[in-house]
């Protein structure tokens, strides 16, 4: 069974120099500027719009031909820079409103982006995100490429998806329910279909919330059910449009002349599926904007990925680069840390991470506070929460952010007994999760009927009570695999327990009668409406948004990096989702952690391993000041030839070697051809090259795949290139690591054993 729809410029003056920028051209943040918020009546000088922009928010401004990769940092002024960027071509005449299409992820994106448009006199500009323009398209094309009515968009998925599970007798909990759900929306976005999950689940290294061949069976089940019934869900909406698109060639020229020109923000998280449209969208043109920084890719659970972002240059090689390092929005005690803890990354993201460059007055130093137990750490956060607003920082001017969401709970309360007001953004509060009120009636009937209830025979004391109670809940005392709502549902129970091991070690007496009316008092003392409060949010929800001041809590081993996160590449991740959580504060920051779970508890934890040479006491760590972003500026494409043979020349549309197909995918464009077309590679060079790489990565401490990639190893293998211009050419090299490895690698291309050096800095 398969799915029925998945098959379906101005020159400008040097601005950079040996890695760093230039001093800002303007004495205050962004300041006001014709056309801007205070927008009477559009002038139609268009340099207005360009008034205020530092040099390299003005090159993106300016650059409105051909393709255009801008890396914005945290706090630049992306934003900013790519509505000014419209305007001013709409100003000059250069593009027309409704020719323009500006694509982000969110509503409030989009709604942001075209209010700011309008003040700048762009106002016919669609802003819109993927789906919405997708669907408006649907909608409009769906009589003429298909005929009659457009199906209507399913309401509620998960209905759905548990209909699908219960015919394929197969029983799922809620949280079950919505895991695999998202499994099936992953799966759906990565443009795999239902035969095929169980292999990509292996290869993206994702831990699967139920068996592989159960999932696939539902989700195999769930798209003929919507088949059946006439109904597209959301996922269905790009499925449809790019099948359209592909299928209906005059529908696609429709669409083309509609739209001449493209800009994506957040282009790190666009999904294999959203790439796919965009492509379609753009045809064989290249008036194509995108913005992003693969340092804030959070979110590759949900199938996103940087790698289009980072492969901008390959698939265009005339594109103009422009790197936006300024930043408006942080201290530079702020900034410091953030680049510090990006210093410390390895991985293809990291070689392209951004030296910021804080644009405002000094602060603060970041605390980093070490606690002896959990309500230790929350008690102390509470307390330095009420000294700042004491002070004159509003309530709403500062957040809590913690890694997991059942980790609100105890700062929720520490919050209300120091009268301090809070909102919980992106989950429920805790009392009201149903997980936790099921457990609350569970406890409650516990309490009042215990004494004839089995559930409770050789429960000795109150903690084991609990326990007893919860497990008629499913509930275990050891985890289940992987993230996502089974994980949350068992952190949340797990709160409870360890709040009533705690309750009993403060009253020894207490019976479970005593602990439900304590939960009950807390859950009444956490209800109190609040106009404007501190926020309390997990890391991934906080993404685009800042504060004055940020806590960032609970960074401890286990928690930051997460227990789950194994491969490399998830603990990556994880240190980029800490990098976000440092660069929403813009003047006050503290990081704290905590030595043990409870009073009295074993002082066994550790910091977490990214704060490393970054706190106090931590040794010096191996942070680089310079990493292969580097600083702001522009890089032009240009159809040149090398430097010496060092640098790499523009280069049209990769062909494979063999078959001289084009090639887009990058491990394809490493090898210069074709997955499945023969290969020439010399084995015993490859097998040379890859013990040579792993005595590197013993020497260097870091992973194999930092000196090289498995794909860049095959095509040295298949090139063997004799000098330093055949060498550098290879995707996956770069002058960087020509110089630090290049005289090995040649060295063993021409037979001699073991390179010429030991590959140190």
């Known amino acids: 069974m398969s799915?029925?729809?998945?098959?379906?410029?101005?020159?400008?003056?040097?601005?950079?120099?040996?890695?760093?920028?230039?001093?800002?051209?303007?004495?205050?943040?962004?300041?006001?500027?014709?056309?801007?918020?205070?927008?009477?009546?559009?002038?139609?000088?268009?340099?207005?719009?360009?008034?205020?922009?530092?040099?390299?928010?003005?090159?993106?401004?300016?650059?409105?031909?051909?393709?255009?990769?801008?890396?914005?940092?945290?706090?630049?002024?992306?934003?900013?820079?790519?509505?000014?960027?419209?305007a001013y071509g709409v100003r000059a005449g250069i593009l027309q409103p409704a020719s323009v299409l500006a694509v982000t992820f969110t509503n409030r994106a989009a709604g942001e982006m075209r209010g700011r448009l309008r003040q700048l006199g762009a106002g016919g500009v669609q802003a819109r995100t993927f789906h919405s323009a997708a669907l408006r398209q649907l909608q409009y094309f769906w009589p003429k490429a298909v005929g009659g009515p457009m199906p209507q968009l399913v309401e509620r998925k998960i209905q759905l998806v548990a209909e699908a599970a219960a015919r394929c007798r197969i029983r799922l909990d809620r949280n079950e329910l919505r895991d695999v759900t998202g499994e099936i929306e992953w799966s759906k976005v990565t443009q795999t279909v239902p035969a095929d999950y169980p292999a990509a689940v292996v290869k993206a290294h994702r831990e699967a919330p139920r068996d592989p061949a159960e999932i696939s069976q539902i989700y195999a089940t769930y798209e003929l059910l919507k088949q059946d019934r006439g109904v597209i869900d959301f996922e269905d909406v790009l499925l449809l449009t790019v099948g359209i698109l592909q299928d209906h060639y005059p529908v696609a020229e429709q669409v083309r002349r509609q739209y001449q020109h493209f800009v994506v923000d957040e282009y790190q998280d666009v999904s294999p599926l959203q790439q796919r449209l965009l492509e379609l969208w753009l045809g064989d043109r290249d008036n194509l904007c995108v913005v992003g920084d693969a340092s804030q890719t959070i979110y590759s659970f949900t199938g996103a990925t940087p790698d289009h972002l980072l492969n901008f240059r390959n698939r265009h090689p005339q594109a103009t680069v422009v790197k936006l390092v300024r930043d408006y929005r942080s201290t530079p005690q702020v900034v410091h840390l953030a680049n510090g803890l990006l210093g410390q990354a390895r991985g293809r993201a990291a070689e392209h991470r951004l030296e910021?460059?804080?644009?405002?007055?000094?602060?603060?130093?970041?605390?980093?506070?070490?606690?002896?137990?959990?309500?230790?750490?929350?008690?102390?956060?509470?307390?330095?929460?009420?000294?700042?607003?004491?002070?004159?920082?509003?309530?709403?001017?500062?957040?809590?952010?913690?890694?997991?969401?059942?980790?609100?709970?105890?700062?929720?309360?520490?919050?209300?007994?120091a009268d301090v007001p809070y909102l919980l953004r992106g989950a429920e509060r805790f009392f009201?999760?149903?997980?936790?009120?099921?457990?609350?009636?569970?406890?409650?009937?516990?309490?009042?009927?215990?004494?004839?209830?089995?559930?409770?025979?050789?429960?000795?004391?109150?903690?084991?009570?609990?326990?007893?109670?919860?497990?008629?809940?499913?509930?275990?005392p050891q985890p289940p695999?992987?993230?996502?709502?089974?994980?949350?549902?068992?952190?949340?129970?797990?709160?409870?327990?360890?709040?009533?091991?705690?309750?009993?070690?403060?009253?020894?007496?207490?019976?479970?009668?005593?602990?439900?009316?304590?939960?009950?008092?807390?859950?009444?003392?956490?209800?109190?409406?609040?106009?404007?409060?501190?926020?309390?949010?997990?890391?991934?929800?906080?993404?685009?948004?800042?504060?004055?001041?940020?806590?960032?809590?609970?960074?401890?081993?286990?928690?930051?990096?997460?227990?789950?996160?194994?491969?490399?590449?998830?603990?990556?991740?994880?240190?980029?989702?800490?990098?976000?959580?440092?660069?929403?504060?813009?003047?006050?920051?503290?990081?704290?952690?905590?030595?043990?779970?409870?009073?009295?508890?074993?002082?066994?934890r550790r910091p977490s391993r990214f704060l490393n040479g970054l706190r106090p006491g931590s040794g010096t760590g191996a942070a680089r000041t310079a990493g292969a972003g580097g600083g702001g500026g522009v890089e032009r494409g240009s159809g040149g030839g090398s430097d010496s043979g060092r640098k790499r020349g523009r280069r049209g549309p990769a062909r494979c070697r063999v078959c001289g197909r084009t090639l887009t995918d990058a491990g394809e464009m490493k090898l210069m051809r074709c997955e499945d077309c023969p290969s020439d590679m010399d084995e015993a060079l490859y097998e040379r090259l890859r013990d040579w790489r792993a005595d590197q990565a013993r020497q260097l401490g870091q992973p194999a795949f930092c000196v090289f990639t498995d794909k860049t190893l095959m095509a040295i293998a298949e090139a063997a290139p004799a000098t330093e211009g055949e060498l550098v050419a290879i995707a996956g090299v770069g002058v960087r690591k020509l110089d630090r490895f290049g005289a090995d690698v040649l060295a063993i291309c021409a037979g001699q054993e073991g390179g010429v050096g030991d590959g140190e800095d």
Not at 66 to 81: D, E, Y
Not at 381 to 408: H, K, M, W, Y
Request: charged residues 25%.
């Open 3 to 86: 799915s029925p729809c998945g098959q379906l410029s101005r020159s400008a003056l040097p601005t950079w120099q040996h890695g760093g920028v230039t001093a800002a051209t303007h004495s205050t943040l962004f300041p006001q500027v014709p056309g801007s918020s205070q927008f009477v009546a559009p002038p139609r000088d268009a340099d207005a719009v360009l008034d205020g922009l530092d040099p390299e928010q003005r090159e993106v401004a300016t650059a409105l031909h051909g393709p255009v990769c801008v890396l914005a940092g945290a706090g630049t002024g992306k934003t900013r820079a790519i509505t000014h960027r419209i």
């Open 356 to 417: 910021l460059v804080s644009q405002r007055d000094p602060g603060p130093e970041p605390v980093y506070a070490e606690y002896t137990d959990e309500p230790a750490e929350a008690e102390g956060t509470a307390r330095r929460i009420r000294d700042l607003i004491d002070a004159g920082v509003p309530a709403g001017e500062i957040a809590v952010l913690f890694r997991t969401n059942a980790q609100s709970e105890i700062y929720e309360q520490a919050l209300a007994d």
């Open 432 to 476: 009201e999760r149903a997980e936790v009120r099921e457990a609350g009636a569970k406890l409650r009937g516990a309490a009042r009927f215990g004494a004839n209830d089995t559930l409770l025979d050789g429960a000795v004391d109150l903690p084991s009570q609990v326990r007893a109670v919860l497990s008629d809940m499913n509930w275990t």
């Open 481 to 604: 695999a992987g993230s996502g709502a089974v994980r949350d549902r068992w952190e949340s129970l797990a709160a409870l327990v360890r709040l009533a091991e705690d309750y009993a070690r403060a009253k020894r007496e207490a019976t479970l009668a005593d602990l439900v009316a304590e939960l009950d008092e807390r859950a009444a003392a956490q209800h109190a409406p609040t106009v404007e409060g501190v926020t309390l949010a997990s890391l991934h929800s906080a993404k685009g948004l800042e504060w004055d001041a940020v806590f960032l809590v609970g960074l401890t081993e286990g928690m930051m990096p997460i227990t789950y996160a194994r491969t490399d590449e998830q603990v990556e991740e994880e240190r980029r989702l800490l990098y976000v959580g440092v660069t929403r504060a813009r003047r006050h920051l503290s990081l704290s952690w905590s030595l043990s779970r409870s009073p009295g508890g074993r002082a066994n």
